[in-house]
C-alpha cells in the first residue's frame, strides 16, 4: 500500500503543470578582458626595525626603572634595577671558594716540587753510594786475591831493587847534607839549605825502612791472619754495596710516591678552575640584576614599577629601535612588480605629507594561507611624528596586465560578499559570488568568479531576481 500511495503521489507531482519563469527587461553587459597600466595601492602599518620585550633571567625584586613610555635610551643604557643583595652573596661565597683552592693548589704543588728535588737528591746519594761500594768491593776482592796467590818472583825482585834504589837515594841525600853543613858553617849558604837537606835525608832514610819491610813481606809470603782479613773484608764490601742498593731501591720509590702526588696536585688544578667557573658564572648573575638596553631606541610599554617581583622570563618592558618600516600587504599577483630595492611613494594620513617614499628592503618569503598575499616592508627616512602602529599607503607601479572589468553599478555587497547575476545561454538570471579587486573610474576588477565572454545584468539589481527570464534591452 505504501508503494501504491507513493507511486500515487509522484504520478500527480509529474502531472502538474509548472509555471514558466518572470520575464524582465534588463541590460545586459558581456564580459571582457582589458589592458590596464598603473599603480597598486598597498596599505600596511608602520613599525621598527627592531622591536623586542625585555625580562628578567633571574627572580628578584624591582628596585628602580628610571625610564617610561616614549622615551629614548642608548644601547646599554640601565633601564631596570633589581634587587641584588643575593646575587652579590653568592658572588663573595664562590670568590672565596676560587681564593681557598688556590691557595690549596699552591701549597699542593710546593709540597710536591720540594718532595721531588729531595727524591731527586736522594737518588743521586744512593746511587753514588752505590758506585763508591762497589769500587770498595772490586778493590777488597784484588786484595784477597793477592793474599791467596801469595808473592810472585817478580815481586820479590822488584822489592830487593826498591830496597838498592832507597839505600842509594839515602846515601846521595847524607853526601848532601854533610855538603851542606860544612857551607853552612863557612856562611856560604843560609840555614834553610840546611833544613832541606835535613828533610831530604829524612824522607830517604824512611824510604829505605819501608823498601826493607816490603821485601821481608815477599820473602816471608802471605800470613793465614792477612788471608783472613783480607776474606772479611771482601764480605763487608759485599754488605755495603747490598746495603748501598736497597737505599738506592728505597729512594726510588719514595720518588714514584711523589709522581702519585702530583696526581694530587692535579686534582686541586681541577678545582681551582671549578671554583673558577663557579666565580664566573656567579658573576654573570649578578649582571642579570640589571636589564640593560640591547640597542638605541624608545620605550613603547612599561610593564613594571618598582616593589614588583620579578621572575624568569616575565615582560619588563617593551622596546623598539631602528628606523621605521612601512609593512604592507601585497596580493600574489603584484608581487612580480616588487622586487628588493623598488622606491615606491608612501602616503600615511596622520602625517599629511606627499614627499615621503620608501624602499624595498625585504620581502616576506612565505604568503598567508588565507588571502595569498605576501608582506613587503620598505624602508622610510626618518620623519618627526613617525610612531609605531600608524596606518599608510605603498603606491606600487605595475606594468600592462589583462584585468576583467565590469561596470561597478552591476555588483552590489552583502554580508561581506559581492555579487552579479550572471545570464546563462537560456537567458535565465543566476545569482553569483564575485572576488573584486582595484577600481578603475566607473569600472571595477574582477579577481574572480567571472571570465571573459560571460554575461551579467547591469540594471538596478533590486528589479531582477534569481530565475528571472532576461530579456536584454538597448543600452
Known amino acids: 500500500m505504501a508503494i501504491c500511495i507513493a507511486g500515487c503521489g509522484h504520478h500527480d507531482e509529474a502531472d502538474k503543470p509548472t509555471s514558466p519563469p518572470k520575464t524582465v527587461q534588463a541590460e545586459v553587459f558581456t564580459v571582457l578582458e582589458a589592458s590596464r597600466s598603473g599603480e597598486y595601492e598597498a596599505t600596511g602599518t608602520l613599525r621598527s626595525e627592531l622591536n623586542a620585550t625585555l625580562s628578567s633571567k633571574v627572580m628578584g625584586r624591582v628596585v628602580s626603572v628610571p625610564i617610561r613610555e616614549g622615551d629614548s635610551f642608548r644601547s646599554g643604557q640601565l633601564l631596570v634595577s633589581l634587587d641584588a643583595r643575593e646575587l652579590m652573596s653568592g658572588l663573595n661565597m664562590a670568590e672565596a671558594n676560587l681564593h681557598s683552592s688556590v691557595v690549596v693548589e699552591g701549597s699542593a704543588r710546593t709540597a710536591v716540587e720540594l718532595e721531588s728535588r729531595t727524591s731527586q737528591a736522594r737518588i743521586a746519594q744512593a746511587e753514588s753510594q752505590v758506585h763508591q761500594a762497589e769500587a770498595a768491593l772490586s778493590s777488597a776482592q784484588a786484595r784477597r786475591d793477592l793474599a791467596i796467590a801469595g808473592p810472585r818472583t817478580q815481586e820479590v825482585a822488584q822489592s830487593h831493587i826498591a830496597v838498592i834504589q832507597a839505600e842509594s837515594n839515602l846515601k846521595l841525600a847524607n853526601t848532601e847534607l854533610e855538603r851542606t853543613k860544612r857551607l853552612v858553617q863557612e856562611g856560604a849558604v843560609a840555614q834553610a839549605e840546611l833544613d832541606m837537606a835535613q828533610n ?24 793465614s791472619q792477612e788471608l783472613q782479613a783480607a776474606q772479611d773484608g771482601v764480605r763487608q764490601s759485599q754488605g755495603a754495596v747490598a746495603q748501598a742498593k736497597a737505599a738506592l731501591n728505597q729512594a726510588r720509590a719514595a720518588a714514584l710516591q711523589t709522581e702519585m702526588k702530583r696526581k694530587e696536585v692535579e686534582v686541586a688544578n681541577a678545582q681551582v678552575q671549578q671554583a673558577a667557573a663557579a666565580s664566573q658564572s656567579a658573576r654573570v648573575a649578578l649582571s642579570y640584576a640589571g636589564v640593560t638596553a640591547p640597542f638605541d631606541g624608545r620605550v613603547v610599554q612599561r610593564m613594571v614599577d618598582p616593589g614588583s617581583m620579578a621572575s624568569p622570563g616575565s615582560p619588563l618592558l617593551a622596546v623598539e629601535g631602528g628606523k621605521y618600516r612601512l609593512e604592507v600587504v601585497v596580493p600574489e599577483r603584484i608581487l612580480s612588480w616588487v622586487a628588493l630595492g ?25 604568503a598567508s594561507a588565507v588571502s595569498h598575499s605576501f608582506v613587503v616592508k620598505l624602508a622610510l627616512d626618518p620623519m618627526s611624528g613617525m610612531r609605531s602602529g600608524m596606518f599608510g599607503k605603498a603606491k606600487i607601479k605595475v606594468g600592462e596586465s589583462s584585468k576583467v572589468l565590469i561596470p561597478g553599478r552591476a555588483t552590489w555587497q552583502k554580508e561581506g560578499l559581492h555579487y552579479v547575476f550572471a545570464v546563462n545561454a537560456e537567458g535565465i538570471a543566476r545569482l553569483r559570488i564575485i572576488t573584486l579587486g582595484d577600481t578603475f573610474a566607473d569600472r571595477v576588477e574582477v579577481l574572480s568568479g567571472l571570465t571573459a565572454g560571460d554575461k551579467i545584468v547591469v540594471s538596478d539589481p533590486t528589479q531582477v531576481a534569481d530565475g528571472n527570464q532576461i530579456e536584454a534591452k538597448q543600452k
Do not use: F, M
Open 342 to 366: 623598488t622606491i615606491a611613494p608612501i602616503q600615511i594620513d596622520s602625517l599629511k605629507t606627499s614627499s615621503l617614499s620608501g624602499k624595498v628592503v625585504e620581502i616576506v618569503p612565505q
Open 200 to 223: 831530604r835525608y829524612d824522607l830517604a832514610k824512611s824510604q829505605v825502612d819501608n823498601a826493607r819491610q816490603n821485601e821481608n813481606i815477599a820473602h816471608e809470603g802471605t800470613r
